[in-house]
């Protein structure tokens, strides 16, 4: 399903196609989240003029609206929503922790309310799959406890014992569900586990170990940019992503700025997902070479210039910093969809040029080269 193509030979970036039902990925890849369904107000043709080559759903979003019987009716999340491209499929379960009312945490699941009408709710980690199973993403996550930081060293032992037997029991019901029938097998769904374990290095170790056992199509690492420092999300990622093994893809859930996701695919890292380039393009917060930019800024009142002069996309070729400045002035929606659209195109071709780099050989400079610039204009 993984095809590792070729390595930097200076960094540890490296160049992969990972192959799923509803086509072919090229790694390191971004993949804009489609929380509920639709990427924040971009069309999918908008979202494939981008560039993307996947998007990400969330389970619990859509186990608790639509509901199943709506998707299943539909013939899964790639019908019902209109995208023929590949779809990932979290688990759910960094929302049932952060978002919804846990009720009871046990070995055998979680129980929570739903932040949307407190309506209870009982995932186990055969419920997470089969869930995915009705969306009929071409990735789905296994079920797992995100542990927040800082978090005392008894709590993520306990909890990541919890994981990996969560992990276990989800390859369990994968493989059961592909016995069934030749449908089943068909849909070509991969399964990727999640390493847990925190900023403790030694029980990062012990969870790599243990999901190697189990066996999975791709490896994740979770508990990362949950309130520690900056410099310990890329210790433990880079740590995390050289105990992995290299015929697999590596994903890093939920990273990050454009800085961090190029400092990862120099660690070794090839898949991303983050809701920053449709969350603060919403906000007017739009990101290029030379660092972001706050379009609501009065600075921008009387400026011609698009938001990136070097852009291709739609809002860059169009418009100018000023309307789209107006725009969000007069909380016009056209605001929000022009910054989105410009941010999601961002994101992709940054990849698209990490991956050049890495095909000839000088990741490194172009990631020195992409810090200096960024940094220098950026934040304000
Ligand atoms: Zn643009």
Request: proline share 4%; glycine share 8%.
């Amino acid at each position: 399903m993984f095809r590792l193509i070729h390595k930097d030979r200076k960094s540890k970036a490296r160049l992969g196609k990972l192959k799923t039902a509803h086509g072919e990925v090229n790694t390191p890849v971004f993949m804009p989240v489609g929380t509920q369904g639709t990427v924040k107000t971009l069309t999918n043709a908008e979202v494939i003029e981008c560039g993307a080559e996947i998007i990400l759903g969330n389970a619990y979003h859509l186990y608790l609206r639509p509901g199943l019987d709506v998707i299943k009716k539909a013939g899964g999340l790639h019908k019902f929503m209109g995208w023929g491209r590949p779809i990932l499929t979290d688990s759910g379960g960094y929302q049932i922790f952060s978002l919804a009312k846990l009720r009871k945490l046990s070995d055998e699941g979680a129980e929570f309310s739903s932040h949307i009408d407190g309506s209870r709710h009982f995932i186990t980690p055969e419920k997470a799959i089969e869930i995915q199973q009705v969306l009929g993403s071409d990735i789905m996550m296994t079920l797992d406890e995100c542990v927040h930081y800082p978090a005392a060293r008894d709590y993520v032992e306990q909890s990541l014992a919890l994981t990996t037997g969560w992990a276990e029991r989800s390859k369990k019901y994968f493989l059961e569900y592909r016995e069934q029938s030749t449908e089943n097998r068909e849909k070509k769904q991969l399964l990727f586990g999640i390493v847990q374990g925190s900023t403790y290095t030694d029980l990062r170790k012990k969870a790599v170990r243990d999901l190697l056992k189990i066996e999975f199509d791709g490896y994740a690492i979770g508990g990362v940019s949950v309130g520690e420092p900056e410099n310990l999300i890329h210790e433990v990622s880079a740590y995390t992503a050289s105990l992995l093994p290299e015929d697999k893809p590596r994903y890093l859930m939920g990273l990050g700025t454009p800085p961090d996701i190029v400092e990862a695919i120099g660690n070794g890292i090839d898949m991303f997902d983050c809701v920053v380039p449709t969350r603060n393009g919403r906000n007017g917060q739009a990101f290029t070479p030379q660092g972001d930019l706050q379009l609501r800024n009065a600075e921008y009142k009387e400026d011609t210039r698009p938001i990136d002069e070097k852009c291709s996309c739609y809002a860059c070729k169009n418009h100018s910093r000023a309307y789209i400045r107006h725009l969000f002035n007069t909380e016009e929606l056209l605001g929000l969809r022009l910054v989105s659209l410009h941010n999601v195109h961002f994101y992709v071709k940054i990849i698209e040029l990490c991956r050049k780099a890495i095909r000839e050989n000088r990741f490194s400079e172009f990631k020195d080269e992409f810090l200096k610039i960024y940094n220098k204009g950026g934040l304000n």
